[in-house]
């Protein structure tokens, strides 16, 4: 549960998803400690999974440009590396530089 729930909470503000709506999902960590330890999904668990997943597959953070590249940005972190799909959009004087994330 700790890795879906971080994974998540990562794009939890893109697509909408509250604090309290993962609540149901948050309580599954609580009790033995041990990642190894057995879990059992509750029914307002199973609920919030659902929401998510729908959340998740009707909302987007932004549409791909067919007109522009599509690249890959590799993060370097000291724990574990990380990778953005994301496109270039540099515009007229008016628009700054914008890094549409996928």
Same mark, same amino acid.
């Given at each position: 549960?700790? $890795?879906?729930? +971080?994974? %998540?909470?990562?794009?939890?503000?893109?697509?909408? #998803?509250?604090t309290?709506?993962?609540?149901? =999902? !948050?309580?599954? @960590? $609580?009790?033995?400690?041990?990642? *190894?330890?057995? +879990? &059992? @999904?509750?029914?307002?668990? $199973?609920?919030?999974?659902?929401? %998510?997943?729908? &959340?998740?597959?009707?909302? !987007?953070?932004?549409?791909?440009? %067919? &007109?522009?590249?599509?690249? =890959?940005f590799? %993060?370097?972190? *000291? !724990?574990?590396?990380?990778?953005? @799909?994301?496109?270039?959009n #540099?515009?007229?004087?008016?628009?700054? #530089?914008? @890094? +549409?994330?996928?």
């Open positions: 549960p700790q $890795k879906l729930l +971080r994974s %998540i909470n990562w794009v939890r503000p893109l697509v909408g #998803i509250t309290e709506d993962l609540s149901p =999902l !948050f309580n599954l @960590l $609580k009790g033995d400690p041990d990642l *190894t330890s057995v +879990r &059992k @999904l509750t029914e307002r668990a $199973k609920q919030g999974l659902q929401f %998510i997943m729908d &959340k998740n597959n009707t909302t !987007f953070a932004h549409r791909i440009n %067919i &007109k522009l590249p599509v690249h =890959l590799p %993060i370097y972190n *000291t !724990f574990q590396p990380y990778a953005l @799909l994301g496109q270039w #540099i515009g007229d004087a008016v628009e700054s #530089i914008c @890094l +549409r994330i996928l």
